[in-house]
């Protein structure tokens, strides 16, 4: 059982670029989310989806769109990066919006 | 507004006991969340409080006042593996996470 895969493990980016950063869950949790992880700070939310075909804007959203077409898949797309989303980002899931997150390994993102 | 402290960093001893204070104000509250973080790797569950008191598990244990809006995680005969960051995180009324910055602990042999 894999849990949560996020891919790619790294990259760098040139500013201005389009990227997609990919998640995927086999728990068959309803609920999923994107944080970005910047030291010294705290995990801030981006988006959430709490079931398949809706999502929703966190604490971070400019910048960042995602869509959650089916249970397992929730990408975040950075339409045009700009050096501010150089981040560690992490995706997460739980089974109900009141259970336990359960993290993927994240993406450490440059954006130069 | 919603926020979340803990200490920046701590250090103790191998085999020693270490208490990770965390206060807390969320709009609503449903409880609090500790997790681990080791560097490099991604947050792992740890404890989940949501009533008064104190919740033990193995050598890590979690207590939680809500009248005081504090928690804190206490950890038993501390390992050199135990270094890792502990994330401390609120559940706000929509039932998001509030997360603080992360006390960082560092074990001395």
């Known amino acids: 059982i894999a849990g949560i895969t996020q891919a790619p493990t790294s990259q760098i980016l040139a500013a201005g670029r389009r990227m997609t950063l990919r998640c995927t869950q086999d728990?068959?949790?309803?609920?999923m989310y994107w944080y970005r992880q910047d030291l010294g700070l705290g995990l801030r939310l981006i988006h959430y989806?709490?079931?398949?075909?809706?999502?929703g804007k966190g604490e971070v959203p400019d910048g960042y769109s995602v869509s959650r077409a089916n249970t397992d898949d929730f990408p975040l797309t950075l339409a045009s990066a700009v050096p501010s989303q150089t981040s560690v980002y992490f995706c997460?899931?739980?089974?109900?919006?009141?259970?336990?997150?359960?993290f993927g390994p994240g993406t450490r993102l440059t954006v130069l | 507004g919603q926020n979340i402290d803990q200490p920046t960093e701590m250090t103790a001893t191998e085999g020693a006991i270490v208490q990770i204070n965390c206060t807390y104000q969320?709009?609503?509250?449903?409880?609090l969340f500790w997790y681990q973080q080791h560097a490099g790797e991604a947050p792992t569950f740890l404890s989940y409080?949501?009533l008064d008191g104190l919740e033990e598990k193995g050598r890590f244990s979690s207590f939680l006042s809500r009248s005081k809006g504090y928690s804190y995680l206490l950890l038993k005969e501390l390992q050199m593996k135990d270094s890792a960051s502990y994330l401390c995180a609120g559940v706000d009324s929509n039932y998001q996470l509030i997360w603080g910055a992360g006390t960082k602990l560092i074990i001395k042999p």
């Open positions: 969320t709009s609503g509250f449903n409880g």
């Open positions: 997460a899931s739980s089974d109900k919006v009141t259970d336990t997150q359960y």
């Open positions: 989806s709490n079931t398949a075909g809706t999502t």
């Open positions: 409080n949501v």
């Open positions: 728990m068959r949790h309803n609920a």
